[in-house]
């Protein structure tokens, strides 16, 4: 739930405005990190339960996972990286393209780390519903054994209604999210208020010592663990990527106020609970209810996953966006869900890519404890990425020096590289999908980021200068081409040479419009443009003029709303006597261009598949022209 309208500083935010965005952010922010405790505890004591539990181990995964929550959770995301934001926003993307600014030769090695970060989320989008729907639905099982068969088909039942009511979007059900998910938050934190009473020595937990000297004590034993410990923080991505749907203070508030003590306060009761019945650690969550409120627990949290699914969802279409306005995708249709709210937005080949991933991920695992190990790897991935680029970001952008920087990041990031070795651990247990689907789309988006760029290279040896272009058409001779009333706009990625569409209009049709504009479109590295900076005008003739229209990544770039803001500039014209010229490419590969022969295919098929500019710009379709032309690439 993307809400643009929720951008506003944090300085200005009234008590009633901060706690209405905190109660928000616990739903999207929250919902992911929110459904850990129903399979992370369980996971993580399967390593050390094969010959039999002890006391200190116990005592010691609880004091893994309290302090994984603190130190990845806490410091690094609730009170470091949001505060590294650009412009307000987050995530790897959004990060991204605030580094290029200042690249100064590390443009490629950036820009890598971006696009596999943004692959690796794109994963998690396809993992977490299969992962969280499963291990809610799976709580049936306590409810009654029978229902064990049917887990699989009401988890894809579940999951293919979430997909189908993307379309329609989450707008009008959103306003729930918050509460529900904060009831979940409560019924977990009041569940281990019960529990830590079963044996107050879990307490001792809170002591960092048990867990290090757990790991130092069990060795390679403990790194296996320690991939399952992981898992209390998976989610916790979402913090940055939605920081600007909400702002830093609501989400640190939700962090502290309520979701942080809740999520401590379970496990420590789960803990509690495996220390008086080692029987109960085959589901500690759903067993530390009575068998009365079994049922009700499921369906809450069966509620909480959903909107935790819907939560990457939104992400994913969100974080898809900002890739195509920056140049790593194709152009897709994107529909708004909203008429106040641009933020909410609909990509239907996302949503259809996801769906499917989903789907297949459910029917080849079947169950939570399988799907588990193959998460970790996309999530520890994308963190281990965040953090190199948080390095970068505290030199460049808040000059910290060299030393300062290494001295304060270097532990996290030996502490991150821990777990993606953990997590390593289980690459052949299911560890390999998320490496399959990140290596997919790191691909697919350097294909079309280096393509478009060998492409503008090929294209630009046969450019013509566009000022002596105009300068010999607007020469009278015999030759000279007829005059049409009228105004025609060019769409051009480069405004200094004559557009392909206007050399061809001329070579077959023979006429000039009166009035020529050469329009640019240009993403900017920041969220948003204002409307002062939006367009720049430059008279090149009496009827040629050159226009830039400037949208920033976060933005829907449509261009007849934009070129209606035009006539204050004194350029006039009457759209409904305007055509809109765009050309259009045949692309054929050639061996001996700068990429493989199956990247060029790759890159073709992308370009295929590309949604028409006509309707990505928003331009009438009554009034759009297209010329084509044959280019070898």
Known sequence: MSNETHHSPDGKMNARKLAYLALGSIGVVYGDIGTSPLYAFREALKPVAADGLTRGEVISVISLMFWTLTIIVTIKYVLFLLRADNDGEGGTLSLLALLMKTAN???????????????????????????????AVEGLKLVTPKLSDYIVPISV????????????????????????TALWFIVMGLAGIMHISDDYSILAALNPWYAVSFLLREGFLGVVVLGAVFLTVTGAEALYADLGHFGRRPIQWAWFVLVFPSLTLNYFGQGALVLRDPMAMSDPFFL???????LPVVILATMATIIASQAVITGAF??????????????????????????????????????FGVIFLVLAFKTSDALATAYGISVTGAMVVTSIMAFEFVRVRWNWTLPMAVAVLTPLLLLEFVFLGANLLKIHDGGYVPVMIATAFTVIMWTWRRGTSILMEKTRHTDIPLSSFVSSIERKSDHSPAHVPGTA??????PESAPAALLHNLKHNHVLHDKNVILTIRTINKPRVAQEDRYSVEKVSERFSRVELRFGFMESQNVSQALATLRKTGLKFDIMSTSFYLGRRKLVPDAKSGMPHWQDRLYIALANAATDPSDYFRLPANRVVELGSHVII
């Open 105 to 135: 030769g590390h443009t490629a090695i950036l820009m890598l780390l971006g696009l596999l970060g943004a692959a690796l989320f794109l994963g998690d989008a396809m993992i977490t519903p299969a992962l969280s729907v499963l291990s």
């Open 157 to 180: 039942a579940i999951l293919a209604l979430l997909f189908a009511i993307q379309s329609h979007g989450t707008g009008a059900v959103a306003r729930f999210f918050g509460p529900i």
């Open 288 to 294: 530390m209810y009575p068998h009365w409120a079994i």
């Open 318 to 355: 969100s974080l898809t966006r900002q890739a195509i306005q920056l140049g790593f995708l194709p152009r897709m249709e994107i529909l708004f869900t909203s008429e106040t709210n641009t933020g909410q937005i609909f990509l239907p080949s996302v949503n259809t890519v996801l769906f």
């Open 489 to 494: 706009i060019f769409l051009t990625s480069d």
